[in-house]
């Protein structure tokens, strides 16, 4: 089946750390893979997504490589920021319809 | 630019009542979804539309849960004869679909079973 295991949080970091946050899969198919953000009172918002093996994801500094031998997808950002204080989902389809996210990851950016 | 936006924001009802939410999706999407959301999980899959038609259940997806989309715009998921376990967070999320598979989420809607 598919499935997405995400690392434990929460994480908690000054600002400027560098950040990564794991992110492994099981799939059948060929999976597009996807990280979405979730800000206190907001809904999901897309970050960034990867639709073949070895392609990299990215915006706002945040960047994620579709690995298939490792079957991962792992976020990472060199320098956070405050205002990066949200919850982190990894998620894939494997047919453009349903979606399964990971459990997410609470990150805490403190000054 | 209109993201996908959901009716009423925050739902308490009493044990036994029906309930009934709400999904505008972005006007382009022909594709709609709903999710459920309970705290410290990830999203999980209800159903999904293309256009009018209801293509996938999830087994999440009891009786006394239907939804609808008449016209292929806007969405309706009502639960009857609510259970305190359907207490989450109800979100909806729109596509293009075809080679665009993101889905665009709207903020949800709370619903709180007492």
């Known amino acids: 089946g598919n499935s997405v295991t995400q690392m434990e949080g929460p994480v908690t970091l000054s600002e400027e750390a560098f950040l990564t946050i794991n992110c492994t899969y099981t799939a059948t198919g060929y999976p597009s893979l996807f990280w979405y953000v979730q800000y206190p009172g907001e809904g999901l918002q897309l970050l960034l997504k990867a639709t073949k093996a070895d392609d990299k994801g990215s915006n706002k500094g945040f960047e994620a490589t579709y690995r298939k031998e490792t079957t991962s997808f792992h976020l990472e950002k060199g320098s956070v920021q405050v205002s990066d204080s949200a919850v982190y989902f990894c998620a894939l389809t494997t047919t453009g319809n349903q979606f399964y996210f990971g459990t997410g990851t609470s990150l805490t950016v403190i000054p | ?114």
């Not at chain 2, 999320?93 to 809607?109: D, H």
């Open chain 2, 1 to 114: 630019d209109t993201g996908v936006s959901q009716d009423p924001r925050h739902k308490i009802t009493k044990r036994g009542q029906n309930v009934t939410f709400r999904c505008d999706p972005i006007s382009e999407h022909n594709r709609l979804y709903w999710y459920r959301q309970t705290l410290g999980q990830g999203p999980e899959f209800l159903t999904y539309f293309q256009n009018e038609a209801q293509l996938e259940k999830s087994r999440l997806l009891s009786d006394r849960f239907s939804a609808e989309r008449p016209k292929g715009s806007f969405s309706t998921l009502e639960i009857q004869r609510t259970e305190q376990g359907d207490s989450a967070m109800y979100l909806c999320a729109s596509s293009l679909g075809g080679g665009s598979p993101e889905q665009y989420f709207g903020p949800g809607t709370r619903l709180t079973v007492t």
